[in-house]
């Protein structure tokens, strides 16, 4: 079983910046496309941003060019950097990798 631990989140102004990461530790192995969604109250959750074990990206229209999804294998944690952050981005942020869901870390964005 994997276990997966979200951090970096928290209340930012509107077009700064936060780093998440997902840390995952468990049976895992190679190979696992690594994936943030995210999901505000009354919403479905919805895909951020996802990386192949190739490293091939991909983003929502929403996010794209201001989110950036990338992995380091060896420290078997994943990452979303966000900039310029907007009040529409205010969710709670999740990790997908290797058949598991992170808890969720809380992501505000508010002046």
């Known amino acids: 079983q994997v276990q997966l631990v979200e951090s970096g989140g928290g209340l930012v102004h509107p077009g700064e910046s936060l780093r998440l990461s997902c840390a995952a530790s468990?049976?895992?192995?190679?190979?696992?496309?690594m994936a943030w969604h995210r999901q505000t109250p009354g919403k479905e959750r919805e895909l951020v941003a996802s990386?192949?074990?190739?490293?091939?990206?991909s983003y929502a229209n929403s996010v794209k060019g201001r989110f950036t999804i990338f992995r380091d294998n060896a420290k078997k944690t994943g990452y979303l950097q966000m900039t310029s952050l907007k009040p529409e981005d205010t969710a709670v942020y999740y990790c997908?990798?290797?058949?598991?869901w992170g808890q969720g870390t809380q992501v505000t964005v508010s002046s």
């Open positions: 997908y990798w290797f058949g598991s």
């Open positions: 990386i192949t074990s190739f490293g091939t990206t």
């Open positions: 468990g049976s895992i192995f190679r190979g696992n496309a």
